[in-house]
């Protein structure tokens, strides 16, 4: 299975400041089709995970565009341009052009300071 | 409105079976693939099993390939997942995810609230 690794396992931010995860796959995921199968989401405290980015830039319906995504082949990022209260939760990566494999990274906890 | 929701969990012994259950509502139901997303205590996410829209395709992790079973009934709108031979590293919440497509889906768009499952003698 393609694993994919988060990075920082936490973060604290203000409120107003930007902040920046980074997910690594051991494999490319970018598909012979042409796109790359790369996704985020955030599982609010006592909620389901929601999809937030697809295919590494793609917003999901209502995300605010203070988040967006970036990244290619191995390495993605994803950022928060100004952090709300409401954007606390811990954050997935997961990779699909393995199916069935498909994998979710360890996750990236964002608290507020 | 996209609604789905899991019943079914519980506690189990170990080596028992279980059969959750998930009802869709909102959408075309048979238009798409379904899956089953699991959340040990604590944990992070490890995807389950998926099944495409019309039934006729299976996915399973190897975690519970031979064990557990994926079916849905399109008539009722609902997904199940037979889970036999129950172990104490099965215990997690199981959500049920709507894929984008019925068939070669690549993510989940829309997850249930969740159900337990607790397996322990």
């Known amino acids: 299975d393609i694993v994919m690794t988060q990075t920082p396992l936490s973060l604290s931010v203000t409120p107003g400041q930007p902040a920046s995860i980074s997910c690594k796959s051991s494999q490319s995921l970018l598909h012979s089709d042409g796109k790359t199968y790369l996704y985020w989401y955030l599982q609010k405290p006592g909620q389901p995970p929601q999809l937030l980015i697809y295919e590494v830039s793609n917003r999901f319906s209502g995300v605010p565009d203070r988040f967006s995504g970036s990244g290619s082949g191995t390495d993605f990022t994803l950022k928060i341009s100004r952090v709300e209260a409401e954007d606390v939760g811990v954050y997935y990566c997961?990779?699909?052009?393995?199916?069935?494999?498909?994998?979710f990274g360890g996750g990236t906890k964002v608290e507020i300071k | 409105e996209v609604q789905l929701l899991e019943s079914g969990g519980g506690l189990v012994q170990p080596g028992g079976s279980l059969r959750l259950s998930c009802a869709a509502s909102?959408?075309?139901?048979?238009?798409?693939?379904m899956s089953w997303v699991r959340q040990a205590p604590g944990k992070g996410l490890e995807w389950v099993s998926a099944m495409s829209g019309s039934g006729g395709s299976t996915y399973f992790a190897d975690s519970v390939r031979g064990r557990f079973t994926i079916s849905r009934d399109n008539s009722r709108n609902t997904l199940y997942l037979q889970m036999n031979s129950l172990r104490a590293e099965d215990t997690a919440v199981y959500y049920c995810?709507?894929?984008?497509?019925?068939?070669?889906?690549?993510?989940?768009?829309?997850w249930g609230q969740g159900t337990l499952v607790t397996v322990s003698s």
């Open positions: 995810a709507k894929a984008n497509r019925g068939y070669n889906w690549n993510y989940f768009d829309y």
């Open positions: 909102g959408f075309s139901f048979s238009g798409y693939a």
């Open positions: 997961m990779q699909s052009i393995q199916l069935p494999g498909l994998t």
